[in-house]
Nanobody, 115 residues
Framework: QVQLVESGGGLVQTGESLRLSCSAS????????MGWYRQAPGKQRELVAS???????SYADSVKGRFTISRDNAKNTVYLQMNSLKPEDTAVYYC?????????WGQGTQVTVSS
């Protein structure tokens, strides 16, 4: 069973920062595009950022310039650095591994930004 383990969520105030981490098994991580999704109450899950080895990361327009996704291939870990957080960033954030079209998910971590 593929296991993605997330950490780093929490409660912050507007303008503050958080860093999310997601670790995966080596065989999954090294062959997958890694991404972060989020789902706010009453809304659909949306792609926040994704990164594939050897390619430039991609971001949702709503987070461009504020969030940075990166992957550490030596640690089989993907990060999401979130700066200048806004209340509308409040959601459950999910780590995702896209292994040749097969999607695997972490358990989700709550991020709450208070105004």
């Amino acid at each position: 069973q593929v296991q993605l383990v997330e950490s780093g969520g929490g409660l912050v105030q507007t303008g503050e920062s958080l860093r999310l981490s997601c670790s995966a098994s080596r065989i999954i991580f090294s062959n997958s595009a890694m991404g972060w999704y989020r789902q706010a109450p009453g809304k659909q899950r949306e792609l926040v950022a994704s990164v594939t080895s050897g390619r430039s990361p991609s971001y949702a327009d709503s987070v461009k310039g504020r969030f940075t996704i990166s992957r550490d291939n030596a640690k089989n870990t993907v990060y999401l650095q979130m700066n200048s957080l806004k209340p509308e960033d409040t959601a459950v954030y999910y780590c995702n591994a896209n292994l040749r079209g097969s999607y695997f998910w972490g358990q989700g971590t709550q991020v709450t930004v208070s105004s």
